[in-house]
């Protein structure tokens, strides 16, 4: 079965850091571009970053640029979201998404996703 298994979120303060995880199950991320989204309540899911399936593209959005980073490890067969610098904003559930082939920042060119994770950001 094709799956993932995202970790890492949580309450955080404003101003501190969460490392996001996701998990691959039954398929190698070799080749697959992935992405990070996020959902707000009340608002569309929106794009966070992409890293193409080499792993030497990188795709930020202009909201969590120099603040988060994305990044795969294909010996655990996982990818992260260093996420710094957090601010209220940020709070959604994050959700991890694999196309293969090239990297897009588009939502609905991801066939396969994760079930999400919270983050909430909050004094």
């Known amino acids: 079965q ?3 298994v995202e970790s890492g979120g949580g309450l955080v303060q404003p ?3 969460l490392t996001l995880s996701c998990a ?9 571009a992935i992405g990070w989204f996020r959902q707000a309540p009340g608002k569309e899911r929106e794009f966070v970053a992409t890293i193409s399936y080499g ?7 202009d909201s969590v640029k ?13 990818l992260y979201l260093q996420m710094t610098d957090l601010r209220p904003e940020d709070t959604a559930v994050y959700y991890c ?3 293969y082939g ?10 396969r996703w994760g079930r999400g994770t919270q983050v909430t950001v909050s004094s």
Do not use: C, E, H, W
Not at 102 to 111: D, G, H, L, R, V
């Open 55 to 61: 792993g030497r593209r990188t795709v930020y959005s």
């Open 97 to 99: 998404a694999a196309r």
């Open 102 to 111: 090239s990297t897009t920042t588009i939502a609905n060119q991801y066939p």
């Open 24 to 32: 691959a199950s039954g398929f190698t991320l070799d080749y697959y």
């Open 2 to 4: 094709l799956q993932f």
């Open 66 to 78: 120099g603040r988060f980073t994305i990044s795969k490890d294909m010996s655990q067969n996982t």
């Open 15 to 17: 101003g501190g850091s």
